[in-house]
């Protein structure tokens, strides 16, 4: 399977990859913090050619479930325009999270508006890459936190060809035991494209996203290396950059 990591600097994703010894880099297309449209990448032609796999991590506003039409809206645009970005630079998808609503009330809205953003994007002949939708840690109100949401989630989307993104530090700080955790997802979905494998500095169920270094975490890390054996897909590091070597070589060496 192939290792690799989220790297920081977009820049140049596949040299700082290469240094890392990634077999596979995340990067974002914008800022990820804001609305800003994806320019074309100044190394696209050797992000495309290299031996390094690459995925496209979308930018933190995007939220296709909320029902508020002025922050949906351009989410949807953001998440058409980011995958084309994404297909720009050979990516093998674009995460986007699961996002929120504002009560429980609303779930249902939630997931009427994850649906309506792949129907629409049908008419126009469907994403550029496929979107990887990736659980979440927090929130009470959240599309993807708990599994028994995601499988709500997937009976409105799956048909549309959605790619599931597992993140161990969300599923554990959401409350989602990491035992058995990749059968439990793949009987939902059916698949996993994508696995962010990070640890949490927060404990079980404390529905805080904060990632830590596999040796500094409140994850057994046997578990997530059984996670990564037994998941079938890409894995990227999105742990503390001071540690992510040690976090790679760690894999390299347990996972085998
Ligand atoms: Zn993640």
Redesign the pocket.
Same mark, same amino acid.
């Given at each position: 399977m192939r290792i690799g990591a989220h790297v920081r600097q977009d820049s140049d994703p596949i040299g700082l990859g290469a240094k890392l010894g990634a077999e596979v880099v995340q990067f974002f297309v914008v800022d990820p913090q804001s609305w800003d449209k994806p320019k074309p990448h100044p190394l696209a032609e050797q992000i495309k050619a290299s031996e390094i796999d690459v995925v496209i991590h979308s930018s933190y506003q995007i939220n296709v479930a909320s029902t508020n039409n002025r922050l949906r809206m351009p989410s949807r645009q953001a998440v058409a325009l980011q995958a084309a970005a994404a297909a720009e630079l050979g990516a093998f998808g674009l995460?986007v999270h699961g996002g929120h609503v504002r009560s429980d009330a609303e779930i249902e809205a939630g997931i009427i508006n994850w649906r309506k953003l792949f129907e629409r994007q049908q008419d126009k002949g469907g994403f550029a890459v496929p979107i990887l939708i990736?659980n979440t840690a927090g929130g009470n109100h959240a599309m993807a936190r708990h599994f028994d949401s995601i499988a709500r989630l997937w009976d409105a989307v799956g048909d549309f060809g959605a790619g599931f993104?597992l993140?161990t530090? %969300?599923a554990w700080a959401g409350g989602e035991e990491l035992v058995g955790v990749v059968d439990r997802i793949k009987a939902i979905t059916g698949r996993i494209d994508l696995v %962010?494998l990070?640890s949490s500095r927060d404990e079980f169920n404390s529905g805080a996203d904060r990632h830590a270094n596999l040796s500094e975490g409140t994850i057994d890390p046997e578990l997530l290396a059984e996670v990564c054996r037994t998941a079938g897909a890409p894995v990227v590091l999105?742990t503390p950059a001071d540690g992510v070597a040690d976090d790679i070589a760690y894999l390299r060496e347990h996972v085998g």
């Open positions: 995460v990736e993104c993140d530090c %969300h %962010h990070n999105e």
